[in-house]
């Protein structure tokens, strides 16, 4: 009967079940203390916080992200590559674990149960081994930038395809001297045994090979475990982790308040011990994959800022600065340190972040690149250290609520032309409170646009109102420039005069006010609607009807604010198709469309020296899509970067931007 | 080393400016009104000379709107005492009688160096740099633009015409009438001023013997008519670039 | 009370400057309401020559090694005593870097009236000055006693102070000037940048509104195709963006181009007043209320940063 026979081939004398169980356990140790000297660090540096609620949703993630490792699969080759390797490893894991139990718990590989474990572990040894060779073949000849081709990742693939290999020969050399009946369900080990059959070496010669060749591949397995805090699987420990302990307590389109400590006084990043404990974590969960930076367009346009980069110098500080300031946060080798904000990650990595949100969604641990920037960013504040066009932006701000540096009372300007004249929500009640923004309130050229779309609104008989020239900037980039206490500022404004006036919903055309307003302004359930979502809605319920087909062929670009960190994407989808528009998709769209380069604050900052704008390199993009020539937004802020970008780029006669109130208007 | 800065709210011209009903003073009902940016700049240089020489700032100002938010902002800059000084300025003070009344407590403070701006945008009797300097006995120097402190003088940079910078020596006590800082007003954070507003206090002072004695009287205030007006071209760009180079080959430029 | 309008005559390194001139032209338009005499009071060293185009009655010359150059205690000093011994109904001083450091003192240790940023002379020797960057005018009686006057340019023309013939001169007494607090120890002249932008005769100028460093390249693509050269207001230059060879304004050069592009220029006084020699002036800004419109000869609300690009390329292709 087919089972699983325990230490094959070992002579029993040698209690190779004693050397196995120390070997490892020797290893577990040395596994255990080298992961507590390098994790430890993490708690006993950081700062506190919770993540360990919600426990369920928690474990939920780590099946998602770690072990079914959704995120990898959204690049082809490398997702097929990793999940060999690493589904290979979880079945040989597996495998081992249930042989342990077979052998000292009880006894059920035997029989079919048997059959069917070879049979998957053989399979498994085939995706790994395709894993492998892919990897290799990707480290070598592919050799993509976003990588770090260095010698350690080398060994480490070097190491788990050697103790497979050994694995299989094992296997094979065991079935060569066997030749049960059932060494089908071992096809591939069976038909490496054919070598050795063939061969005609002898089968105690085939055997004394089993003993040393299981022997080396335990020792390597010893080595592997008892390397791995040191070596690149770490990510194998931390990755997990760091996707268990992921953020979920707050949308991702909400910051995280600036912590205080027991004086109640604001905790601003200087140093690692700054950091939270999860924050360091982060640092060593990284796989260095690259991924984040090369959606990243701060990168893309040649900035110093690569997310990837970013995170690794934080977890260079913590291997290197860690075990000092773990010993003692205040003696004078710790003094001495460099700075983390500012020093050793420069203002210019800091300052050139657009807040997107593409690392963070592209993460396959599910690293928290941009709160951790925008931490460290409120250090840059405070200290004052930032250039003067962003200086004069906030100092605008602060004083007149935008900015321009135009005065409180031209806000509303633009709705001089505007016949009947819009409500003011402050003085009568309105159903729709229409939040309207800085750019399409002050830029001259985009209040075209914001009566056009107050035009649409009175065809469709909207009741709305704005808050004229009580209205100030909503905050959001404010926020994400770091200056806490000038959003409170905005945001105390803004509610105050929100407050005074009744409405039961509010709409805004600006992603970014959306998303302050939807997320941080507690606004105690009233629905906050893109335009895009209120379109939509007044186009399928009928009240606006748009009988002109256009017939055009667009395409659209999803702004950051609305899409990837809110999930509208469908609503504009829906109105481009009732508008007649045939929507052909930009090839990086929805969740990871390519960011303007506006947000972050970084309109109000100088440019510095740009490889290519992230706004021309998209309009490259769509460029290269037959037959487009109107390329559709949803932003004010994407409208003047766009139409920018066309016009340096000489495209003028190619591609023309149009704001989705447009098409809506053509086609009423 | 003791710094003294006394600073001044001025309207902001961002606005648009009216004339009340008297005929002889600002409206106050859309008046916005923003610390003065020459003041501003010698804030900025007294807390670089700070940097450099561990001096003692402190920033003083009228008690009107918005005083405090100045002063806060000041000292989250870095000064280290704020005063404000009551008094009625309703009618408002000309500076010489300002000059005369704050000349009494300051000597009391014992300043080495008084910065001040060089001048205001609502001066209508000369700045109060100089009459402050001479109601204290010390010499003045304005536009300037640079200051070194070497021991018991100073060396500043004057500016004079056509980029030329005279370099003066001046004994201390002195004051300074300060065209630019070293370098721009430095940002600072609404957090920051936030948290001055809680750990630091303004010290308020009576300004005694205001007195109007000496102040120009001002029949009329009225805003100037445009002696011309420029020939407006087109909004649009394309249409303006196309008059313009018109227009340039009508002069012979092109 | 001695009818007489006092000059300060202010003279830089050799030369009289302009608001000297304008001083005398007004110090003639107040002397016909008080019936009086203009005086020019021209304090330095070796410098009688200067008196020679001042159009006044007479000239007052204190001479003195250490009023070669500038010196506000030494000015103060001797101006003290002048007014003490003449007692005129109105001294005149610049609104300058030399005018203004000098009025104050004498105006507090004197305790007399002053009135300050003087544009012009109104009816009854009416006293019109200009406060709130140019948008407000006030109009105030001339005070009572000697009244001190600083005075900005704009409403008179320079060559209205200027004489052909030389008024005569008389020499005054000076006392002893030592135990001076201020002394001047050196210049320092200004980086002479590779043009002089006092002699261009086509000017491309900067403000604020031009937002950054990197968008002057605009600016310098439009002068490379005209021909002309690019010059600044002062916030422009206070941010290091150009260097202080190319500011246009009271601090900086005076410029009388053919044609002055002003983009993204408010027009604040002491800008204009650097500018007024220019023949035509053609000016760039979004806000339709700003002050260099009121000077301008042409003008467009078309943002800056359409026009130059457009206005460049339409150049370039001209010529090609």
């Known amino acids: ?668 | ?254 | 009370m001695n009818p007489d309008i006092f000059v300060t005559i202010e003279h830089l390194r050799g030369k009289v400057s302009d608001i000297s001139y304008v001083m005398l032209a007004a110090a003639r338009e107040l002397a016909k309401s008080t019936g009086g005499k203009v005086l020019a009071i021209l304090l330095g060293h070796d410098a009688q020559n200067l008196a020679g185009n001042l159009y006044a009655d007479q000239v007052l010359y204190a001479d003195h090694a250490t009023l070669a150059d500038f010196n506000p205690e030494a000015y103060q000093k001797i101006l003290v005593g002048i007014i003490n011994e003449y007692k005129p109904r109105a001294v005149f001083f610049g609104h300058t870097t030399i005018g203004m450091d000098a009025v104050g003192g004498i105006s507090a240790q004197l305790g007399l009236p002053l009135v300050s940023s003087v544009r012009s002379i109104g009816a009854d020797s009416k006293l019109i000055s200009q406060i709130c960057g140019g948008k407000i005018m006030a109009e105030c009686e001339l005070p009572e006693s000697t009244a001190l006057i600083t005075m900005v340019p704009g409403d008179y023309k320079p060559e209205l102070g200027q004489s052909i013939q030389s008024p005569p001169v008389s020499s005054i007494p000076v006392q002893a000037l030592d135990g001076l607090r201020i002394t001047l120890k050196q210049y320092i002249e200004p980086e002479t940048g590779d043009v002089d932008i006092s002699k261009e005769p086509l000017l491309i100028a900067v403000g604020r509104g031009i937002q950054n460093q990197d968008n002057i390249s605009l600016a310098e693509e439009l002068a490379q195709e005209i021909g002309g050269v690019v010059c600044a207001s002062r916030p422009v230059v206070d941010q290091g963006w150009l260097p202080s060879s190319r500011l246009v304004g009271k601090s900086g050069s005076t410029v009388k181009p053919k044609v002055y592009l002003a983009i993204g220029i408010s027009g604040a006084p002491e800008h204009v007043e650097a500018i007024t020699g220019s023949d035509v002036i053609i000016a760039i800004n979004t806000d339709p209320a700003a002050p260099i419109f009121n000077i301008a000869k042409y003008g467009t609300t078309a943002d800056l940063f359409d026009l130059v690009p457009a206005l460049t390329d339409q150049i370039r292709n001209n010529k090609g």
């Open chain 1, 1 to 668: 009967m087919p089972e699983r026979i325990d230490y094959w081939g070992i002579p029993l004398a040698w209690r190779p079940d004693l050397i196995v169980y120390s070997l490892m356990f020797l290893a577990a140790i040395i596994l255990l203390v080298r992961f507590y000297r390098q994790g430890s660090l993490w708690w006993r540096v950081g700062r506190p916080e919770v993540r360990w609620n919600k426990i369920y949703i928690r474990i939920g993630r780590l099946i998602k992200y770690a072990i079914v490792q959704t995120r990898l699969l959204s690049q082809r080759y490398p997702g097929v590559m990793h999940i060999g390797l690493a589904w290979g490893f979880f079945a040989f894991f597996l495998g081992t674990a249930l042989a342990t139990i077979d052998s000292h718990f009880i006894k059920f590989l035997e029989g079919n149960p048997y059959l069917i474990y070879k049979f998957l572990l053989d399979v498994f040894t085939v995706f790994f081994l395709f894993g492998a060779v892919l990897a290799a073949y990707r480290r070598f000849i592919q050799r993509p930038p976003r990588l770090t081709l260095q010698f350690r990742f080398t060994i480490s693939l070097l190491l788990i395809t050697v103790i497979v290999l050994a694995g299989l020969t094992v296997e094979s050399l065991r079935l060569a001297v066997e030749r049960p009946t059932w060494a089908l369900w071992s096809p591939v080990g069976w038909l490496l045994a054919q070598a050795w059959i063939a061969s005609g070496v002898t089968e105690q010669s085939l055997t004394n090979w089993h003993i040393g060749l299981w022997g080396f591949h335990l020792l390597l397995a010893a080595i592997t475990v008892a390397t791995l805090p040191l070596s690149t699987l770490w990510h194998t420990l931390t990755g997990p982790l760091n996707i268990f302990f992921s953020q979920l307590d707050r949308p991702v389109g909400q910051l995280k308040p600036v912590a205080q400590n027991d004086q109640n006084a604001p905790i601003y990043v200087k140093s690692l011990q700054d950091l939270t404990w999860k924050q360091l974590l982060d640092g060593d969960a990284c796989t260095e994959c690259g991924r984040c930076q090369d959606v990243c367009p701060a990168h893309a346009a040649g900035t110093a800022l690569s997310p990837k980069q970013y995170i690794l110098s934080i977890r260079q500080a913590l291997h290197r600065d860690g075990p000092i300031l773990a010993a003692d946060k205040d003696s004078t080798r710790a003094g001495k340190l460099k700075q983390l904000v500012g020093d050793e990650i420069s203002q210019d990595v800091l300052w050139s972040c657009t807040t997107c949100g593409a690392c963070v969604r592209e993460c396959p641990v599910l690293i928290e690149h941009v709160d951790s920037i925008v931490d460290m960013r409120r250090q840059l504040v405070i200290e004052g250290q930032m250039d003067g066009m962003l200086q004069d932006a906030l100092a605008n701000l602060g004083r007149y609520g935008n900015s321009f540096g135009q005065s409180d009372r031209m806000r509303a300007r633009w709705t001089q032309s505007v016949q009947p004249k819009i409500k003011d929500a402050r003085r009568e009640p309105v159903e729709y409170l229409w939040f309207v923004g800085d750019y399409a309130s002050y830029n001259a050229t985009l209040s075209e646009i914001t009566q056009k779309t107050a035009d649409v609104f009175r065809i469709a008989g909207l009741d709305y109102g704005i808050l004229y020239d009580g209205e100030r900037n909503a905050g959001n980039d404010v926020r994400r420039v770091g200056e806490e206490g000038l959003f409170e500022l905005l945001f105390e404004k803004n509610k105050a005069v929100m407050e005074k006036s009744t409405y039961k919903a509010i709409i805004t055309t600006d992603p970014h006010s959306y998303n302050t307003l939807k997320n941080e302004y507690q606004l105690d359930g009233v629905p906050v609607l893109h335009y895009t979502e209120l379109l939509d809605q007044l186009i399928s319920s009928g009240k606006l009807k748009l009988s002109k087909k256009t017939g055009y062929k667009v395409t659209f670009h999803d702004p950051c604010y609305l899409g990837r960190y809110n999930g509208i994407f469908d609503a504009p989808r829906h109105i481009l198709t009732a508008a007649g528009c045939t929507l052909v998709e930009m090839p990086r769209n929805r969740e990871r469309a390519f960011c303007c380069g506006a947000g972050g604050g970084r309109i109000w900052m100088e440019e510095g020296t740009v490889k290519e704008r992230p706004s021309e390199a998209r309009i490259h993009e769509a460029i290269g899509l037959d037959d487009v020539n109107i390329f559709v937004v949803a932003c004010p802020k994407d409208l003047t970067m766009f139409r920018d970008a066309v016009k340096t780029t000489g495209q003028e006669n190619r591609i023309v931007v149009k704001d989705i109130i447009e098409l809506v208007s053509d086609a009423i």
């Open chain 2, 1 to 254: 080393m003791n710094i003294i800065v006394p600073v001044k709210l001025v309207p902001d011209l961002v606005e648009e400016l009216s004339i009340d009903a008297s005929g002889t003073n600002l409206d106050t009902a859309w008046l916005r009104l923003i610390i003065n940016e020459f003041d501003d700049h010698a804030i900025e240089q007294s807390i670089l000379l700070k940097e450099r020489t561990g001096a003692h700032v402190t920033v003083l100002s009228t008690n009107v709107e918005g005083v405090d938010d100045l002063l806060f902002t000041a000292a989250a800059k870095g000064a280290d005492r704020l005063i404000k000084f009551n008094g009625d300025f309703d009618s408002g003070v000309n500076n010489h009688a300002l000059a005369r009344a704050m000349a009494n407590i300051l000597k009391d403070l014992n300043p080495d160096l008084i910065l001040t701006g060089v001048q205001a945008n609502n001066d209508l009797d000369g700045s109060i740099g100089p009459l402050l300097a001479e109601y204290l006995g010390m010499p003045y120097v304005g536009y300037v633009s640079g200051v070194n402190v070497l021991g018991n003088i100073v060396s500043v940079r004057k500016e004079y015409p056509g980029g030329l910078i005279g370099e003066m020596e001046v004994t201390l006590p002195a004051v300074l009438g300060i065209q630019a800082a070293e370098q721009p007003p430095r940002y600072v954070a609404i957090s920051k001023v936030r948290q001055m507003m809680k750990t630091i206090n303004i010290d308020e002072q009576d300004l005694t013997g205001l007195d109007t004695l000496g102040g120009p009287i001002v029949k009329r205030l009225f805003q100037p008519e445009a002696s011309g007006r420029a020939m407006m071209l087109s909004e649009n760009a394309e249409e303006a670039a196309r008059q313009m180079v018109a227009i340039f080959k009508e002069l012979g430029t092109l």
